[in-house]
Protein backbone atom coordinates (compact mmCIF):
# COMPACT_ATOMS: atom_id res chain seq x y z
CA UNK A 1 0.00 0.00 0.00
CA UNK A 2 1.53 3.29 -0.89
CA UNK A 3 0.66 5.26 2.00
CA UNK A 4 1.75 8.81 1.06
CA UNK A 5 -0.46 8.83 -2.52
CA UNK A 6 -3.44 7.94 -0.26
CA UNK A 7 -2.83 10.31 2.05
CA UNK A 8 -2.18 13.03 -0.71
CA UNK A 9 -5.31 11.39 -2.78
CA UNK A 10 -7.41 11.20 0.05
CA UNK A 11 -6.98 15.17 0.83
CA UNK A 12 -9.10 15.78 -2.69
CA UNK A 13 -11.38 14.05 -1.52
CA UNK A 14 -11.59 15.38 1.81
CA UNK A 15 -14.56 14.21 4.11
CA UNK A 16 -16.78 17.27 5.32
CA UNK A 17 -15.70 18.11 9.37
CA UNK A 18 -18.38 16.17 11.88
CA UNK A 19 -20.27 14.07 8.67
CA UNK A 20 -21.71 10.23 10.48
CA UNK A 21 -23.14 8.30 7.93
CA UNK A 22 -24.03 4.19 8.12
CA UNK A 23 -23.69 1.69 5.39
CA UNK A 24 -27.29 0.98 5.87
CA UNK A 25 -29.85 -1.66 4.28
CA UNK A 26 -28.80 -0.66 0.62
CA UNK A 27 -25.31 1.11 1.09
CA UNK A 28 -24.57 4.87 1.97
CA UNK A 29 -27.25 7.20 0.50
CA UNK A 30 -27.44 11.28 1.84
CA UNK A 31 -27.21 14.15 0.24
CA UNK A 32 -25.12 14.12 -2.62
CA UNK A 33 -22.72 16.83 -1.91
CA UNK A 34 -21.17 15.03 1.13
CA UNK A 35 -20.58 11.84 -0.52
CA UNK A 36 -16.92 12.46 -2.83
CA UNK A 37 -14.96 11.42 0.28
CA UNK A 38 -17.71 8.41 0.78
CA UNK A 39 -17.25 7.59 -2.69
CA UNK A 40 -13.32 7.83 -3.00
CA UNK A 41 -12.84 5.70 0.27
CA UNK A 42 -15.77 2.57 -1.39
CA UNK A 43 -12.74 2.83 -4.08
CA UNK A 44 -10.55 1.55 -1.56
CA UNK A 45 -12.16 -0.54 -0.07
CA UNK A 46 -13.47 -2.26 -3.02
CA UNK A 47 -9.85 -2.58 -3.88
CA UNK A 48 -9.29 -4.58 -0.17
CA UNK A 49 -12.53 -6.76 -0.94
CA UNK A 50 -11.44 -7.49 -4.13
CA UNK A 51 -7.74 -8.79 -3.11
CA UNK A 52 -9.18 -11.16 -0.39
CA UNK A 53 -12.11 -12.59 -2.34
CA UNK A 54 -9.62 -13.35 -5.66
CA UNK A 55 -12.85 -11.74 -7.35
CA UNK A 56 -14.43 -9.00 -9.33
CA UNK A 57 -15.94 -6.35 -6.75
CA UNK A 58 -18.50 -4.24 -8.34
CA UNK A 59 -19.22 -0.74 -7.18
CA UNK A 60 -22.88 0.89 -8.25
CA UNK A 61 -23.26 4.52 -7.19
CA UNK A 62 -26.52 5.08 -7.57
CA UNK A 63 -29.58 6.78 -5.93
CA UNK A 64 -32.04 4.32 -6.22
CA UNK A 65 -35.65 5.34 -5.09
CA UNK A 66 -34.60 8.67 -3.17
CA UNK A 67 -34.73 12.67 -4.53
CA UNK A 68 -32.77 13.66 -7.04
CA UNK A 69 -30.42 15.97 -4.84
CA UNK A 70 -29.62 12.54 -3.26
CA UNK A 71 -27.21 9.77 -4.22
CA UNK A 72 -25.79 6.70 -2.50
CA UNK A 73 -23.15 4.18 -3.16
CA UNK A 74 -23.07 0.30 -2.56
CA UNK A 75 -20.83 -2.63 -3.18
CA UNK A 76 -21.58 -5.65 -5.01
CA UNK A 77 -19.36 -9.06 -3.87
CA UNK A 78 -18.49 -11.77 -5.86
CA UNK A 79 -21.54 -13.72 -6.83
CA UNK A 80 -23.91 -10.78 -7.23
CA UNK A 81 -24.41 -10.47 -3.31
CA UNK A 82 -24.92 -7.69 -1.42
CA UNK A 83 -21.85 -6.69 0.58
CA UNK A 84 -20.95 -8.86 3.57
CA UNK A 85 -21.99 -7.97 7.24
CA UNK A 86 -18.31 -7.49 8.68
CA UNK A 87 -17.66 -5.41 5.14
CA UNK A 88 -20.61 -3.11 5.99
CA UNK A 89 -18.98 -2.49 9.27
CA UNK A 90 -15.55 -1.53 7.74
CA UNK A 91 -17.44 0.42 5.00
CA UNK A 92 -19.11 2.45 7.92
CA UNK A 93 -15.43 2.96 9.57
CA UNK A 94 -13.24 3.92 6.58
CA UNK A 95 -16.33 6.19 5.38
CA UNK A 96 -15.94 8.13 8.71
CA UNK A 97 -12.49 8.20 9.63
CA UNK A 98 -11.28 11.66 9.80
CA UNK A 99 -8.43 12.39 7.16
CA UNK A 100 -5.49 11.60 9.35
CA UNK A 101 -7.16 8.53 10.55
CA UNK A 102 -7.32 6.87 7.10
CA UNK A 103 -4.08 4.75 6.75
CA UNK A 104 -4.66 3.42 10.24
CA UNK A 105 -8.44 2.24 9.25
CA UNK A 106 -7.08 0.85 5.88
CA UNK A 107 -4.19 -1.23 7.66
CA UNK A 108 -6.44 -2.55 10.51
CA UNK A 109 -9.06 -3.76 7.80
CA UNK A 110 -6.28 -5.72 5.99
CA UNK A 111 -5.01 -7.03 9.15
CA UNK A 112 -8.92 -8.41 10.44
CA UNK A 113 -9.63 -9.89 7.16
CA UNK A 114 -6.46 -11.23 5.88
CA UNK A 115 -5.82 -9.56 2.80
CA UNK A 116 -3.13 -10.06 0.56
CA UNK A 117 -1.88 -6.97 -0.10
CA UNK A 118 0.33 -8.34 -2.96
CA UNK A 119 -2.70 -10.15 -4.45
CA UNK A 120 -4.12 -8.16 -8.02
CA UNK A 121 -7.22 -6.48 -7.65
CA UNK A 122 -10.31 -5.67 -10.12
CA UNK A 123 -13.06 -3.34 -9.62
CA UNK A 124 -16.32 -2.88 -12.24
CA UNK A 125 -17.85 0.35 -11.56
CA UNK A 126 -21.57 1.46 -12.71
CA UNK A 127 -23.63 4.39 -12.17
CA UNK A 128 -26.97 5.85 -12.66
CA UNK A 129 -26.49 9.58 -12.83
CA UNK A 130 -23.87 11.52 -10.86
CA UNK A 131 -20.48 11.02 -13.10
CA UNK A 132 -17.99 12.84 -11.54
CA UNK A 133 -19.28 10.67 -7.73
CA UNK A 134 -17.97 7.71 -10.06
CA UNK A 135 -14.64 9.37 -10.96
CA UNK A 136 -14.48 9.48 -7.44
CA UNK A 137 -14.81 5.71 -7.08
CA UNK A 138 -12.11 5.16 -9.75
CA UNK A 139 -9.30 7.43 -8.01
CA UNK A 140 -9.79 5.39 -5.00
CA UNK A 141 -9.35 2.18 -7.00
CA UNK A 142 -6.56 3.24 -8.55
CA UNK A 143 -4.43 4.72 -5.98
CA UNK A 144 -4.45 1.03 -4.58
CA UNK A 145 -3.49 -0.11 -7.64
CA UNK A 146 -6.63 -2.23 -8.55
CA UNK A 147 -7.64 -2.41 -12.05
CA UNK A 148 -10.71 -1.52 -13.16
CA UNK A 149 -13.48 -1.51 -15.47
CA UNK A 150 -16.05 1.25 -15.80
CA UNK A 151 -19.38 0.30 -17.52
CA UNK A 152 -20.86 3.99 -17.35
CA UNK A 153 -24.77 3.95 -16.96
CA UNK A 154 -25.95 0.86 -16.08
CA UNK A 155 -29.16 -0.03 -13.80
CA UNK A 156 -28.25 -1.42 -10.83
CA UNK A 157 -28.87 -5.21 -11.37
CA UNK A 158 -27.53 -4.65 -14.61
CA UNK A 159 -24.14 -4.29 -12.36
CA UNK A 160 -24.97 -7.16 -10.03
CA UNK A 161 -25.42 -9.24 -13.27
CA UNK A 162 -21.57 -7.76 -14.88
CA UNK A 163 -20.34 -8.94 -11.36
CA UNK A 164 -21.72 -12.65 -11.34
CA UNK A 165 -20.74 -12.99 -14.96
CA UNK A 166 -17.53 -12.33 -14.58
CA UNK A 167 -16.82 -14.00 -11.34
CA UNK A 168 -18.47 -17.57 -13.16
CA UNK A 169 -16.09 -17.57 -16.12
CA UNK A 170 -18.60 -16.64 -18.28
CA UNK A 171 -21.09 -19.39 -17.75
CA UNK A 172 -23.61 -17.17 -16.69
CA UNK A 173 -23.78 -14.81 -19.32
CA UNK A 174 -21.46 -12.52 -21.13
CA UNK A 175 -20.34 -9.52 -18.81
CA UNK A 176 -22.09 -6.95 -21.64
CA UNK A 177 -24.64 -4.84 -21.67
CA UNK A 178 -25.25 -6.91 -25.04
CA UNK A 179 -24.71 -9.91 -23.10
CA UNK A 180 -27.70 -8.76 -20.89
CA UNK A 181 -29.63 -8.17 -23.72
CA UNK A 182 -29.55 -11.01 -25.57
CA UNK A 183 -29.39 -13.56 -22.26
CA UNK A 184 -32.99 -11.85 -21.39
CA UNK A 185 -34.64 -11.43 -24.47
CA UNK A 186 -34.03 -14.73 -26.10
CA UNK A 187 -35.75 -16.46 -22.90
CA UNK A 188 -37.96 -13.83 -23.02
CA UNK A 189 -39.14 -14.18 -26.81
CA UNK A 190 -38.79 -18.70 -26.64
CA UNK A 191 -40.97 -18.27 -23.23
CA UNK A 192 -43.70 -16.35 -25.16
CA UNK A 193 -43.67 -18.34 -28.69
CA UNK A 194 -45.41 -20.77 -26.62
CA UNK A 195 -48.33 -19.18 -25.69
CA UNK A 196 -51.66 -19.74 -27.38
CA UNK A 197 -53.55 -16.13 -26.23
CA UNK A 198 -51.98 -13.48 -28.86
CA UNK A 199 -53.28 -10.06 -29.48
CA UNK A 200 -52.19 -6.79 -28.19
CA UNK A 201 -54.06 -7.33 -25.09
CA UNK A 202 -50.98 -9.35 -23.65
CA UNK A 203 -48.46 -7.42 -26.07
CA UNK A 204 -48.29 -3.81 -24.90
CA UNK A 205 -47.53 -2.40 -21.45
CA UNK A 206 -47.08 1.09 -20.18
CA UNK A 207 -44.11 1.19 -18.38
CA UNK A 208 -42.99 4.59 -15.61
CA UNK A 209 -39.23 4.80 -15.31
CA UNK A 210 -39.13 7.09 -12.41
CA UNK A 211 -37.61 9.50 -14.69
CA UNK A 212 -34.07 7.02 -13.86
CA UNK A 213 -31.96 4.85 -15.95
CA UNK A 214 -34.51 2.44 -16.66
CA UNK A 215 -35.82 4.36 -19.10
CA UNK A 216 -32.84 4.71 -20.89
CA UNK A 217 -31.75 1.13 -20.76
CA UNK A 218 -35.18 -0.19 -21.73
CA UNK A 219 -35.30 1.91 -24.46
CA UNK A 220 -31.65 0.18 -26.16
CA UNK A 221 -33.46 -3.05 -24.80
CA UNK A 222 -36.93 -2.92 -26.69
CA UNK A 223 -35.94 -4.14 -29.56
CA UNK A 224 -33.94 -7.28 -28.64
CA UNK A 225 -37.82 -8.32 -27.14
CA UNK A 226 -40.20 -6.55 -29.70
CA UNK A 227 -41.37 -9.92 -30.85
CA UNK A 228 -42.88 -10.83 -27.77
CA UNK A 229 -43.45 -7.65 -25.64
CA UNK A 230 -44.47 -4.08 -26.85
CA UNK A 231 -43.44 -1.32 -23.87
CA UNK A 232 -44.46 2.38 -24.25
CA UNK A 233 -41.87 4.37 -21.63
CA UNK A 234 -43.48 7.40 -19.58
CA UNK A 235 -41.39 9.46 -16.87
CA UNK A 236 -38.23 8.47 -19.05
CA UNK A 237 -36.06 11.19 -17.95
CA UNK A 238 -36.57 14.16 -20.41
CA UNK A 239 -38.56 16.30 -18.64
CA UNK A 240 -39.54 15.34 -14.88
CA UNK A 241 -37.06 14.70 -11.61
CA UNK A 242 -35.93 11.44 -10.38
CA UNK A 243 -38.53 9.62 -8.43
CA UNK A 244 -40.51 12.85 -8.02
CA UNK A 245 -44.36 12.39 -8.26
CA UNK A 246 -43.68 8.71 -10.11
CA UNK A 247 -42.27 5.32 -10.11
CA UNK A 248 -42.30 2.36 -7.80
CA UNK A 249 -41.94 4.04 -4.10
CA UNK A 250 -44.52 6.96 -4.91
CA UNK A 251 -46.94 4.13 -6.12
CA UNK A 252 -46.69 1.69 -3.66
CA UNK A 253 -46.65 3.71 -1.06
CA UNK A 254 -49.48 6.58 -2.20
CA UNK A 255 -51.17 4.11 -3.18
CA UNK A 256 -52.11 6.58 -6.38
CA UNK A 257 -50.80 5.85 -10.20
CA UNK A 258 -47.56 8.23 -11.20
CA UNK A 259 -47.78 11.85 -13.06
CA UNK A 260 -47.59 12.16 -15.73
CA UNK A 261 -48.92 8.43 -17.18
CA UNK A 262 -52.40 8.15 -18.65
CA UNK A 263 -53.91 5.03 -18.00
CA UNK A 264 -57.73 3.68 -19.75
CA UNK A 265 -59.32 1.36 -18.19
CA UNK A 266 -58.18 -2.18 -17.66
CA UNK A 267 -54.63 -1.23 -19.34
CA UNK A 268 -51.70 -3.04 -17.20
CA UNK A 269 -49.07 -0.79 -16.51
CA UNK A 270 -45.79 -0.85 -13.88
CA UNK A 271 -43.45 1.47 -12.23
CA UNK A 272 -39.51 0.58 -12.07
CA UNK A 273 -37.82 2.86 -9.47
CA UNK A 274 -34.88 5.35 -9.75
CA UNK A 275 -32.48 2.37 -10.39
CA UNK A 276 -34.74 -0.38 -11.78
CA UNK A 277 -34.19 -2.62 -8.98
CA UNK A 278 -37.65 -2.20 -7.78
CA UNK A 279 -41.06 -3.32 -9.81
CA UNK A 280 -44.81 -2.48 -9.18
CA UNK A 281 -47.83 -3.07 -11.67
CA UNK A 282 -50.91 -1.74 -11.59
CA UNK A 283 -54.44 -0.36 -13.45
CA UNK A 284 -57.49 1.61 -12.94
CA UNK A 285 -60.95 -0.28 -13.17
CA UNK A 286 -64.10 0.33 -15.41
CA UNK A 287 -65.18 2.78 -12.68
CA UNK A 288 -62.10 4.58 -13.01
CA UNK A 289 -60.88 2.44 -9.56
CA UNK A 290 -56.83 2.16 -8.95
CA UNK A 291 -55.92 -1.36 -8.33
CA UNK A 292 -52.39 -1.85 -6.82
CA UNK A 293 -50.61 -4.93 -7.44
CA UNK A 294 -47.57 -5.21 -5.33
CA UNK A 295 -44.86 -7.30 -4.48
CA UNK A 296 -46.80 -9.96 -3.03
CA UNK A 297 -49.30 -10.50 -5.62
CA UNK A 298 -45.94 -10.69 -8.41
CA UNK A 299 -44.97 -13.54 -5.90
CA UNK A 300 -47.87 -14.88 -5.66
CA UNK A 301 -47.99 -15.04 -9.07
CA UNK A 302 -44.97 -16.47 -10.19
CA UNK A 303 -44.37 -18.75 -7.35
CA UNK A 304 -48.13 -20.70 -8.43
CA UNK A 305 -46.69 -20.44 -11.81
CA UNK A 306 -43.30 -22.53 -10.88
CA UNK A 307 -45.02 -24.96 -9.04
CA UNK A 308 -47.61 -25.60 -12.17
CA UNK A 309 -44.72 -26.48 -13.90
CA UNK A 310 -43.03 -28.48 -11.48
CA UNK A 311 -46.13 -30.92 -11.24
CA UNK A 312 -46.17 -30.74 -14.56
CA UNK A 313 -42.64 -32.15 -15.78
CA UNK A 314 -43.20 -34.86 -11.99
CA UNK A 315 -40.36 -32.99 -9.63
CA UNK A 316 -41.20 -32.91 -6.21
CA UNK A 317 -38.96 -30.25 -5.26
CA UNK A 318 -38.92 -27.76 -3.11
CA UNK A 319 -39.90 -24.32 -3.26
CA UNK A 320 -40.38 -21.78 -0.75
CA UNK A 321 -41.97 -18.09 -0.78
CA UNK A 322 -39.88 -15.36 1.37
CA UNK A 323 -41.78 -12.12 2.38
CA UNK A 324 -41.01 -10.04 5.07
CA UNK A 325 -43.54 -8.00 7.90
CA UNK A 326 -44.84 -5.54 5.11
CA UNK A 327 -46.34 -8.66 2.88
CA UNK A 328 -49.85 -8.04 2.87
CA UNK A 329 -51.79 -10.57 5.66
CA UNK A 330 -53.52 -12.27 2.30
CA UNK A 331 -50.96 -13.29 0.23
CA UNK A 332 -49.20 -15.31 3.04
CA UNK A 333 -52.94 -16.50 4.03
CA UNK A 334 -53.31 -17.45 0.05
CA UNK A 335 -49.71 -19.08 -0.46
CA UNK A 336 -49.99 -21.00 2.43
CA UNK A 337 -53.94 -22.27 2.33
CA UNK A 338 -54.49 -22.17 -1.39
CA UNK A 339 -51.34 -22.45 -3.00
CA UNK A 340 -49.88 -24.88 -0.45
CA UNK A 341 -46.24 -23.34 -0.63
CA UNK A 342 -44.69 -22.35 2.75
CA UNK A 343 -43.80 -19.15 3.77
CA UNK A 344 -41.25 -17.39 5.20
CA UNK A 345 -40.82 -13.94 7.08
CA UNK A 346 -37.49 -12.18 7.73
CA UNK A 347 -36.35 -8.35 8.34
CA UNK A 348 -36.73 -6.05 5.98
CA UNK A 349 -33.46 -5.43 3.16
CA UNK A 350 -33.03 -7.45 0.10
CA UNK A 351 -29.78 -9.43 1.95
CA UNK A 352 -32.13 -11.05 4.44
CA UNK A 353 -34.46 -12.28 1.82
CA UNK A 354 -31.93 -13.37 -0.35
CA UNK A 355 -30.22 -15.53 2.18
CA UNK A 356 -33.50 -17.22 3.24
CA UNK A 357 -34.24 -18.24 -0.75
CA UNK A 358 -30.85 -19.80 -0.50
CA UNK A 359 -32.03 -22.69 1.29
CA UNK A 360 -34.52 -23.99 -1.10
CA UNK A 361 -34.24 -25.46 -4.51
CA UNK A 362 -36.34 -22.94 -5.81
CA UNK A 363 -36.77 -19.46 -3.50
CA UNK A 364 -39.31 -16.95 -4.32
CA UNK A 365 -38.82 -13.59 -2.69
CA UNK A 366 -40.23 -10.35 -2.74
CA UNK A 367 -40.77 -7.31 -0.66
CA UNK A 368 -43.89 -5.97 -0.65
CA UNK A 369 -42.55 -2.83 -2.16
CA UNK A 370 -41.36 -4.93 -5.08
CA UNK A 371 -37.46 -5.56 -4.68
CA UNK A 372 -37.34 -9.80 -5.30
CA UNK A 373 -36.58 -12.19 -7.94
CA UNK A 374 -36.73 -16.11 -7.98
CA UNK A 375 -33.66 -18.35 -7.19
CA UNK A 376 -32.90 -21.65 -8.67
CA UNK A 377 -30.40 -23.92 -6.79
CA UNK A 378 -27.16 -24.94 -9.16
CA UNK A 379 -28.41 -28.31 -9.08
CA UNK A 380 -31.99 -27.80 -10.00
CA UNK A 381 -30.60 -26.06 -12.82
CA UNK A 382 -29.10 -29.05 -13.76
CA UNK A 383 -32.43 -30.98 -13.26
CA UNK A 384 -34.29 -28.83 -15.20
CA UNK A 385 -31.69 -28.72 -18.22
CA UNK A 386 -31.61 -32.22 -18.07
CA UNK A 387 -35.22 -33.06 -18.11
CA UNK A 388 -35.70 -30.18 -21.10
CA UNK A 389 -33.34 -32.97 -23.17
CA UNK A 390 -34.91 -36.28 -21.98
CA UNK A 391 -38.92 -35.96 -21.14
CA UNK A 392 -41.08 -36.76 -24.14
CA UNK A 393 -43.24 -33.66 -25.29
CA UNK A 394 -45.49 -32.51 -23.08
CA UNK A 395 -43.13 -32.71 -19.79
CA UNK A 396 -40.42 -31.57 -22.00
CA UNK A 397 -42.12 -28.41 -22.95
CA UNK A 398 -42.40 -27.97 -19.30
CA UNK A 399 -39.00 -28.15 -18.24
CA UNK A 400 -37.89 -26.05 -21.88
CA UNK A 401 -40.05 -23.02 -20.14
CA UNK A 402 -38.63 -23.81 -16.85
CA UNK A 403 -35.23 -22.90 -18.31
CA UNK A 404 -36.18 -19.97 -19.65
CA UNK A 405 -37.70 -18.54 -16.90
CA UNK A 406 -34.24 -19.62 -15.18
CA UNK A 407 -32.44 -17.67 -17.88
CA UNK A 408 -34.89 -14.65 -17.27
CA UNK A 409 -34.60 -14.25 -13.75
CA UNK A 410 -31.11 -11.92 -13.02
CA UNK A 411 -30.18 -14.79 -10.36
CA UNK A 412 -27.25 -12.11 -8.77
CA UNK A 413 -30.14 -9.91 -7.61
CA UNK A 414 -33.85 -8.62 -8.11
CA UNK A 415 -34.16 -6.77 -10.95
CA UNK A 416 -37.09 -4.89 -12.54
CA UNK A 417 -36.71 -5.51 -16.36
CA UNK A 418 -36.51 -9.70 -15.40
CA UNK A 419 -39.38 -9.33 -13.02
CA UNK A 420 -41.54 -7.70 -15.71
CA UNK A 421 -40.40 -9.81 -18.17
CA UNK A 422 -40.99 -13.14 -16.46
CA UNK A 423 -44.24 -11.55 -15.49
CA UNK A 424 -45.46 -10.44 -18.74
CA UNK A 425 -44.43 -13.91 -20.31
CA UNK A 426 -46.80 -16.28 -17.69
CA UNK A 427 -49.31 -13.69 -17.97
CA UNK A 428 -49.45 -14.63 -21.36
CA UNK A 429 -48.74 -18.52 -21.29
CA UNK A 430 -51.61 -18.64 -18.85
CA UNK A 431 -54.11 -16.08 -20.60
CA UNK A 432 -54.51 -13.70 -17.45
CA UNK A 433 -55.84 -10.23 -17.91
CA UNK A 434 -54.55 -8.07 -15.24
CA UNK A 435 -57.78 -7.85 -13.32
CA UNK A 436 -57.42 -11.83 -13.10
CA UNK A 437 -54.64 -11.90 -11.92
CA UNK A 438 -55.48 -8.84 -9.14
CA UNK A 439 -58.43 -11.32 -8.67
CA UNK A 440 -56.24 -14.00 -7.28
CA UNK A 441 -56.85 -12.53 -3.39
CA UNK A 442 -58.45 -9.49 -1.81
CA UNK A 443 -55.22 -7.46 -0.11
CA UNK A 444 -56.28 -6.32 3.65
CA UNK A 445 -56.96 -2.56 4.02
CA UNK A 446 -53.68 -0.81 5.53
CA UNK A 447 -51.66 2.03 6.41
CA UNK A 448 -48.09 2.89 6.76
CA UNK A 449 -46.91 5.66 8.97
CA UNK A 450 -43.39 7.51 9.98
CA UNK A 451 -43.30 9.00 13.53
CA UNK A 452 -40.19 11.33 14.72
CA UNK A 453 -38.51 10.10 18.27
CA UNK A 454 -35.32 11.31 19.50
CA UNK A 455 -33.39 8.46 19.11
CA UNK A 456 -34.96 5.47 16.50
CA UNK A 457 -32.64 2.89 18.18
CA UNK A 458 -34.31 2.94 21.25
CA UNK A 459 -36.92 0.60 19.24
CA UNK A 460 -35.16 -3.25 19.22
CA UNK A 461 -37.46 -5.74 17.50
CA UNK A 462 -37.80 -9.92 17.38
CA UNK A 463 -39.73 -11.93 15.36
CA UNK A 464 -38.75 -10.74 11.97
CA UNK A 465 -39.35 -7.33 13.15
CA UNK A 466 -43.08 -8.46 13.90
CA UNK A 467 -42.28 -7.66 18.06
CA UNK A 468 -41.23 -5.22 19.29
CA UNK A 469 -38.51 -5.81 22.45
CA UNK A 470 -38.00 -2.43 23.91
CA UNK A 471 -38.95 0.05 24.74
CA UNK A 472 -40.55 -1.78 27.80
CA UNK A 473 -44.31 -1.48 27.36
CA UNK A 474 -45.05 -0.65 23.79
CA UNK A 475 -45.42 -4.32 22.77
CA UNK A 476 -47.89 -4.50 25.25
CA UNK A 477 -49.79 -1.54 24.20
CA UNK A 478 -49.76 -2.68 20.54
CA UNK A 479 -51.06 -6.28 21.79
CA UNK A 480 -53.90 -4.52 23.55
CA UNK A 481 -54.79 -1.87 20.23
CA UNK A 482 -54.82 -4.71 17.60
CA UNK A 483 -57.23 -6.34 19.61
CA UNK A 484 -59.82 -4.05 19.34
CA UNK A 485 -59.81 -4.61 15.32
CA UNK A 486 -60.80 -7.39 13.11
CA UNK A 487 -58.45 -9.27 10.94
CA UNK A 488 -55.83 -6.96 12.39
CA UNK A 489 -52.06 -6.99 12.61
CA UNK A 490 -49.62 -3.96 13.18
CA UNK A 491 -45.73 -4.10 14.21
CA UNK A 492 -43.41 -0.84 14.34
CA UNK A 493 -39.23 -1.01 13.14
CA UNK A 494 -37.00 1.84 12.93
CA UNK A 495 -36.31 2.65 9.75
CA UNK A 496 -32.88 1.49 8.28
CA UNK A 497 -32.98 4.32 5.85
CA UNK A 498 -34.40 7.50 7.39
CA UNK A 499 -34.46 9.20 10.84
CA UNK A 500 -37.77 7.80 11.61
CA UNK A 501 -39.87 5.11 13.16
CA UNK A 502 -42.11 3.38 11.00
CA UNK A 503 -45.46 1.46 11.54
CA UNK A 504 -47.59 -0.59 9.36
CA UNK A 505 -51.23 -1.65 10.41
CA UNK A 506 -53.60 -3.91 8.24
CA UNK A 507 -57.29 -4.67 9.51
CA UNK A 508 -60.57 -5.37 7.79
CA UNK A 509 -61.52 -2.08 6.89
CA UNK A 510 -59.54 0.92 5.35
CA UNK A 511 -60.99 2.83 8.22
CA UNK A 512 -59.78 0.87 10.89
CA UNK A 513 -56.53 0.37 9.57
CA UNK A 514 -56.05 4.12 9.75
CA UNK A 515 -57.20 4.14 12.98
CA UNK A 516 -54.79 1.45 14.29
CA UNK A 517 -51.70 2.62 12.42
CA UNK A 518 -52.96 6.14 14.40
CA UNK A 519 -53.11 4.58 17.83
CA UNK A 520 -49.87 2.65 17.44
CA UNK A 521 -48.09 5.84 16.06
CA UNK A 522 -49.20 7.50 19.48
CA UNK A 523 -47.82 4.83 21.65
CA UNK A 524 -44.53 5.10 19.94
CA UNK A 525 -44.88 9.07 20.47
CA UNK A 526 -45.33 8.06 24.21
CA UNK A 527 -43.14 5.37 24.55
CA UNK A 528 -40.65 5.88 22.14
CA UNK A 529 -39.71 9.53 23.04
CA UNK A 530 -41.21 11.15 20.21
CA UNK A 531 -40.09 14.75 19.43
CA UNK A 532 -42.34 17.61 17.16
CA UNK A 533 -45.88 17.18 16.59
CA UNK A 534 -47.63 14.60 18.14
CA UNK A 535 -49.14 12.78 15.12
CA UNK A 536 -52.36 13.72 14.16
CA UNK A 537 -55.07 11.20 12.90
CA UNK A 538 -56.01 11.74 9.10
CA UNK A 539 -54.10 11.72 6.11
C1 LIG B 1 -33.69 -0.37 1.22
C2 LIG B 1 -33.68 -1.83 0.86
C3 LIG B 1 -35.09 -2.34 0.70
C4 LIG B 1 -35.91 -2.06 1.93
C5 LIG B 1 -35.84 -0.61 2.30
C6 LIG B 1 -36.46 -0.38 3.66
C7 LIG B 1 -32.11 -3.03 -0.54
C8 LIG B 1 -31.44 -3.12 -1.88
N1 LIG B 1 -32.97 -2.05 -0.39
O1 LIG B 1 -34.19 0.39 0.17
O2 LIG B 1 -35.02 -3.72 0.47
O3 LIG B 1 -37.24 -2.42 1.73
O4 LIG B 1 -34.48 -0.21 2.38
O5 LIG B 1 -36.30 0.93 4.04
O6 LIG B 1 -31.87 -3.83 0.34
P1 LIG B 1 -36.60 1.40 5.52
O7 LIG B 1 -35.68 0.63 6.43
O8 LIG B 1 -36.37 2.85 5.50
O9 LIG B 1 -38.03 1.06 5.78
MG1 LIG C 1 -33.77 0.76 -5.91
Redesign the pocket.
Given at each position: MDLGAITKYSALHAKPNGLILQYG??GFRTKAEHLDHVMFRMGLLAVLRSKQTKSTIGVMVTA??NPEEDNGVKLVDPLGE?LAPSWEEHATCLANAEEQDMQRVLIDISEKEAVNLQQDAFVVIGRDTSEKLSQSVIDGVTVLGGQFHDYGLLTTPQLHYMVYCRNTGGRYGKATIEGYYQKLSKAFVELTKQASCSGDEYRSLKVDCANGIGALKLREMEHYFSQGLSVQLFNDGSKGKLNHLCGADFVKSHQKPPQGMEIKSNERCCSFDGDA?RIVYYYHDADGHFHLIDGDKIATLISSFLKELLVEIGESLNIGVVQTAYANGSSTRYLEEVMKVPVYCTK????HLHHKAQEFDIGVYF?A?G?GTALFSTAVEMKIKQSAEQLEDKKRKAAKMLENIIDLFNQAAGDAISDMLVIEAILALKGLTVQQWDALYTDLPNRQLKVQVADRRVISTTDAERQAVTPPGLQEAINDLVKKYKLSRAFVRP????DVV?VYAEADSQESADHLAHEVSLAVFQLAGGIGERPQPGF
Open positions: TASHMDTGVKENHSGTER
